[in-house]
């Protein structure tokens, strides 16, 4: 009796170890050993953990971005990692980048599955954030309509008039030390729910703190799963612990109100701000080339999408754009002097105003490319080929993880001169023809990616930026307080101030 209940235990415990194997070690090992055999440099390949011992210890000292920094400068441009149970092949070298991104091999390329099933409680899994293939591409052509200019033009209203109620209630608060980092991440929550809602979002009690507290919750709790492999090992990712119950429950109030929101426009109940129309109606009326509309659940999860992307990553720009003028006297002067000059006795901005802040969006330019606020993304090749630059030929397998890290491409002296300096000056328009100055590379700056997977509000952040960076500058000095708080990157999805940003603000004579 006893040997056979141990030769099935070790049966057991046999097939297991086997299943482990060739399900979680198996095919990243495959991966792992295609690339070494090319000559990729990289950090030795460990079963199922890889190197996320050490990005742990980094991510505890709040130093991830030096993890990245150092791999580079021990290995080069292209090399491998581990995270968790599949490599990643980091690429900085441009060329190389541009097949990846480029439209020729767009095709070959999608969005992660783990990372597609670490967000899909949040955001679902039908939205342009996560979807690929033909249901991209579809989406895609069905949105874009909504962010062409004549639109944008429409939405300046909304933003000003957020921007504007923000400053009156912080005007009592001149003398005295506020968050920045919280202020205007709520400021840029209430913009884009405003563009894409309208009123209703107003309407609602709480709103911005109901869907700004399970959104940050939610995120939070996302990455420090990935970060102990949970979403990677499927029966793990099941189990309610590890933050499950925050992400539900983030999820579940996000996702009630944006359905209140919904059925609110579909009954009449509420209407846009816009003059033309705002993203929900554009949601509801999109048709395809078969003439379909988007499903109720399409509508849902790509409304939520854009609030999640929209104010999360315009929010931290702002905050690194104060950050910058609260450190560099002579940027906040030479911003401050075009912002009097073309906003004389605090007018408010238009769109065809904004069109002239040179200086400001240069500002704009330099600080994503020293701060990009999502810096890394990453794409998985669903399809084998061979990528080019001028001094190497990379085999690609299949299902080959690609990372690529704009805060590092942003700060590699092969494309930019003095790389660490913030220079708003590279950025300057010639003042005859208009044009921003040529890049070194059409691929070495990539604040919001490019290619076909670009980020498809990125027009809408950068005017959202100029708004909110004249209003403020036009009616607050800002100073840091205290002086030597501690400013620390917390790398997650978007990378912000692990402490927030606190400032003494006085108003402007």
């Known amino acids: 009796m006893f040997l056979e209940f141990l030769f099935t235990s070790l049966i057991v415990i046999f097939a297991s170890l086997y299943l482990v194997y060739w399900k979680l070690i198996r095919p990243g090992k ?16 460990i079963p199922l953990l ?10 505890k000292q709040h130093r991830i971005m030096y993890f990245h920094e150092e791999l580079c400068k021990k290995h080069g441009l292209v090399f491998m990692f581990g995270l968790g149970t599949h490599p990643r092949l980091v690429i900085q070298d441009a060329d190389l980048i541009g097949d990846i991104l480029g439209r020729t091999r767009a095709q070959y390329y999608q969005k992660p599955a783990d990372l597609s099933r670490r967000l899909k409680p949040l955001i679902g899994p039908r939205n342009l954030l996560i979807s690929n293939g033909n249901e991209h591409s579809r989406a895609r052509k069905m949105l874009n309509p909504g962010f062409h200019f004549e639109n944008l033009r429409s ?5 000003t008039d957020r921007t504007s109620r923000t400053i009156d209630r912080l005007v009592a608060s001149s003398g005295k030390v506020i968050n920045l980092e919280k202020e205007l991440s709520l400021l840029s929550l209430t913009i884009i729910a ?14 911005r703190e109901i869907v700004s507290d399970a959104f940050i919750a939610a995120l939070d709790a996302i990455v420090n799963r990935s970060l102990l492999l949970i979403d990677q090992i499927p029966f793990l990712s099941w189990l309610p612990f590890w933050g499950k119950d925050i992400i539900d429950r983030g999820c579940e109030k996000a996702l009630n109100f944006v359905e209140q929101i919904i059925n609110d426009r579909k009954q009449g109940r509420t209407t846009n701000l816009c003059q033309n129309a705002d993203i929900l109606d554009l949601l509801l009326q999109a048709v395809d080339n078969e003439g379909e509309h988007f499903t109720d659940e399409e509508i849902k999860q790509e409304a939520m999408a854009f609030v999640l992307a929209g104010h999360q990553s315009t929010g931290d720009l702002m905050v690194w754009i104060m950050y910058i003028m609260m450190t560099n006297p002579r940027v906040l002067h030479a911003c401050q002097s075009e912002i009097d000059r073309v ?15 040179h200086v400001c969006e240069s500002i704009i330019y330099e600080t994503l490319r020293l701060y990009p606020p999502i810096p890394f993304f990453v794409r998985q090749c669903v399809h084998e080929h061979t990528i080019n630059s001028k001094n190497q030929q990379l085999y690609i397998p299949k299902d080959a993880t690609i990372l690529i890290n704009s805060y590092l491409i942003h700060r590699e002296e092969k494309y930019w001169t003095r790389p660490l300096e913030f220079d708003y000056t590279r950025w ?3 003042p005859v023809t208009g044009l ?4 070194a590379h059409p691929y070495c700056y990539l604040p919001f990616a490019s290619g076909s997977r670009s980020c498809i509000g990125q027009n809408f952040a950068i005017i959202e930026a100029k708004v909110i960076l004249a209003m403020f500058i036009q009616q607050f000095d800002f100073e840091l307080e205290p002086k030597n708080q501690q400013i620390a990157m917390d790398v997650r999805i978007i990378m912000r101030p692990k402490f927030g940003l606190f400032s003494k603000i006085t108003n402007r004579r």
């Open 194 to 207: 405003s563009s894409a809602f309208g009123e209703n979002f107003e309407m609602i009690v709480n709103a």
């Open 50 to 59: 890889g190197q996320v011992p050490q990005l742990y210890k980094y991510n």
């Open 30 to 45: 495959r991966i792992y050993d295609i690339l070494r055999a090319q000559g990729i440099p990289g950090e030795p390949f």
């Open 343 to 357: 906003l004389p006795d605090k007018v408010t901005p238009t769109y065809e105003t904004l069109n002239e802040l």
């Open 155 to 159: 939405m300046v209203s909304i933003m």
């Open 428 to 430: 300057m328009r010639d």
């Open 436 to 439: 921003k100055p040529k890049l």
